[in-house]
Structures are given as C-alpha cells and as structure tokens.
C-alpha cells in the first residue's frame, strides 16, 4: 500500500518536505485572493524583509515639496533647497496560521485525492480574508484620524434616494473621482473596491463595462468585475459598513510574508499536519488619495 501513494496528486509531506517551497507556493495562492490587500490596491513598496511579527518597515515620507522657480541665465539657480525628510513606521502587527491534517494515505488514497493542495489552498483563501478585514480596519481608522499632515480619508455619505440620481452608484463614483482629481493624485493606479451590493447596482447601469464585456470572463484574480472611467472595479464582502473605496495604489501600504512552514505528526493522530504563520501589516500613508462611501443612515 505504500508504494502506491500518489505524490503528484497529494503533494510530499513526509518525508521530504520542504518548507521554502510550500511557503512560496502558498504565497502564490494567497496572493490570487486578496483584495483589498492585493498589489492592484495596496501598494507593496516598502515590504522589504520581513521576518516575524513585530518587524517595522521604515517608510522615508517626504513632507516638503521642492519650490519651482524660474531659470535664470545670468545668476543660474540660486541655493538648494533642503528637502525636509521624515520616517513613517510600518509595523507588523498581525500574525494568522493555518493548521490542518490528514489522516494516513493508505486509508484513504481510494477516496481522496489532492487533499493536502486543497487544504493549502483553502489556507490561502482564509489567510486573505483575514489579511483583507484587517486592511479595511486600518482604512475605517484613517477615516477618523488625520496623519501628521493634517490630511484625512475622505468620506462620501451616499442617499440613494437623492433628487436628481446623485446618490446612485455610478454618480458616487464621479464625485469620488473628483475628489481625487482636486487632490492631485495621478489617474494611472486608480481602482474601486465595492461591496456586493453596490456590484447588483451597476449591473443595472448601461455606463459600467462588466468584465465579460471586454472579454475577460464574468469574475478575474483578485475580484476584479469591471471597469469604470478608466478605473478597474474589484468586489469584496469585507467591507464592514461602507458601500466602496476608491483610490489610488499610493494610499494604503501592506507588506506581508509567509513566515514558517512545517509539517509533523500530531501525537493522538495517525496523520500527517501541516502549520503555517502568515505576518502582515498595513497603513495608509497617502489619506488624500482615498475615498470611502457609506450609505445614509
């Protein structure tokens, strides 16, 4: 019965395995989840190495613009202008594991099959809703509490039984992107992340390209469902109370790692397990370039 084990189908757990690989394996898997922690919303810039929870990623935030003036062809430039420079911490605060088994392959090789990868792969999907509740926290938090700029996460409270339609889904968007627009933030990295709900509105509403419209399927990695003025449109339920956020991958930074792997063999049990420890962090270091909507009390 041993030798018919089937590691291509069920993956090499003991012996011969090797955490690195299950590790990246599994980072793949969580990063085809996430979404309002994904790299098309969040930025990744200043992941670097992290090692545990605890770690603090530094982030240099300048708080000076450099002044422009005019060029003179006589007298030249006049003295340098010192940029003023200032560190911004990115902790680590989170940590999530996985841990799962599964009984002895010789009893149950006949009726299963691929039982550790979809294992991992359920990992992956709970580890990126985790990660993403937690991302939707930290921008609930901005929303209240101005950065050492003074500057805050703007908040649009939608009345979808406004005169006119100025509370309808798509409507909300505009003045959402007007906002973006007033605060200078560039057009090129600019999504929307909405709730389930808002997604059923703008299947209503001719304006919004669903995905399968430019020929990309009903539903892409990630939650991706359409796009509107330029903007990709991505669905998640992990939106507490608000409706959508719109912004630009400038404004929320989130760095993570798959720690630790490891497989043994629990005490009471005839199984091989599996354990994992995914650390993470996040905060919004650019409030000015988000927009949060919530809906009318």
Known sequence: MAN?????????????????????????????????????????????????AGDTVKIPMEILDPTITPYHLQTGLGTPQELTLKDTDLKITEADSFNFRVEDIAQVQNKVKGLVAKGQERAARKLA?????????????????????????????????AVGGAGKAYETIVAANLVLDTNDVPSQGRYIVVSPKIYSELLLDERFISADKYGA??????????????????MTTVM????????????????????????????????DAVKGLHVYGARVIRPEALVTVIPKP
Do not use: W
């Not at 399927?217 to 991505?234: F, K, Q």
């Not at 507490?240 to 629990?266: C, D, L, W």
């Open 4 to 52: 018919a084990f089937n590691a291509t189908a069920h993956g090499v757990v003991n012996p011969g395995f090797v955490p690195e690989i299950y590790s990246a394996k599994l980072q793949i898997k969580l990063e085809g989840s996430l979404v309002l922690a994904s790299a098309l919303v969040a930025n990744r810039d200043f992941e670097g190495d992290i090692r545990d």
């Open 129 to 161: 809703e985790a990660a993403d509740v937690f991302v939707s926290g930290v921008i609930t938090t901005a929303v209240a509490t101005a950065d050492s700029r003074g500057k805050k996460v703007t908040q649009i409270v939608r009345d979808p039984a």
């Open 217 to 234: 399927g009903s539903v892409i990695t990630n939650g991706e469902v359409g796009r509107i003025l330029g903007m990709t449109v991505y």
């Open 240 to 271: 507490y109370t608000r409706e959508m956020v719109i912004g630009h991958q400038m404004a929320v930074t989130f760095a993570n790692q798959i720690v630790k792997t490891e497989s043994y063999r629990p005490e009471k049990y005839f199984s």
